[in-house]
């Protein structure tokens, strides 16, 4: 019985890290984010941006998803353990 709430809870949190990358992903094309730069693009402002203006960037977009993903995350990883354990 144990086995199978895990995994209820597993394929509950597995849909809901989905359902939020594509709600970003429609948020985001209505906004008309999407498809303005190019990865090669990002790559370069990354390389040519000081390590000091880089680091609280990053740790926003960092904080942010996990804000995202967090919850959703720990569920699935601690059902996914849970699975696979032999007790």
């Not at 941006?49 to 977009?61: A, C, G, H, M, Y």
């Not at 995202?68 to 353990?81: C, T």
């Amino acid at each position: 019985m144990k086995k199978l709430i895990m995994l209820v809870f597993l394929l509950l949190s597995l849909v809901s890290m989905i359902l939020i990358s594509l709600s970003v992903n429609e948020l985001l094309d209505m906004l008309g984010i999407i498809g303005i730069a190019d990865f090669d693009e990002i790559i370069s402002m990354i390389k040519e941006t000081p390590i000091e203006v880089l680091i609280p960037v990053l740790s926003i977009v960092l904080s942010e998803l996990f804000d995202l993903y967090g919850i959703p995350l720990i569920i699935f990883l601690v059902s996914l353990n849970g699975l696979t354990s032999n007790k």
